[in-house]
Nanobody, 122 residues
Framework: QVQLVESGGGLVQTGGSLRLSCAAS????????MGWFRQAPGKEREFVAG????????FYATSVKGRFTVSRDNAKNTGYLQMNSLKPEDTAVYYC???????????????WGQGTQVTVSS
């Protein structure tokens, strides 16, 4: 059983930065994709960024490209989402997840963390 635990959320002003962490246990992420998603109140869960664990290839939603950076630490089996130049529209609960596919579709991700709240004040 895979467990994912996010941390690092909080309240930040517009233009600020946060770094989210996703610690994985139960198995190594090697051979999988770690995806980051977010869900704002009343909205559907949307893809933010992803990283192919083996090799480190990354992919991003257009809305965050150039501002967010996804990375991983193999030794710690932990993924990170560095978020810079934050905007009020980035406010949401952020989730990390696991998939065997290179995909941006939430239903293709099978394990999810509990989420961490990110609030950006204007």
């Amino acid at each position: 059983q895979v467990q994912l635990v996010e941390s690092g959320g909080g309240l930040v002003q517009t233009g600020g930065s946060l770094r989210l962490s996703c610690a994985a246990s139960g198995r190594t992420f090697s051979g999988y994709v770690m995806g980051w998603f977010r869900q704002a109140p009343g909205k559907e869960r949307e893809f933010v960024a992803g990283i192919v664990w083996s090799g480190g290839s990354t992919f991003y939603a257009t809305s965050v490209k150039g501002r967010f950076t996804v990375s991983r630490d193999n030794a710690k089996n932990t993924g990170y989402l560095q978020m810079n130049s934050l905007k009020p529209e980035d406010t949401a609960v952020y989730y990390c997840s696991s998939s065997t596919l290179l995909t941006t579709t939430p239903r293709n991700y099978d394990y999810w963390g509990q989420g961490t709240q990110v609030t950006v004040s204007s």
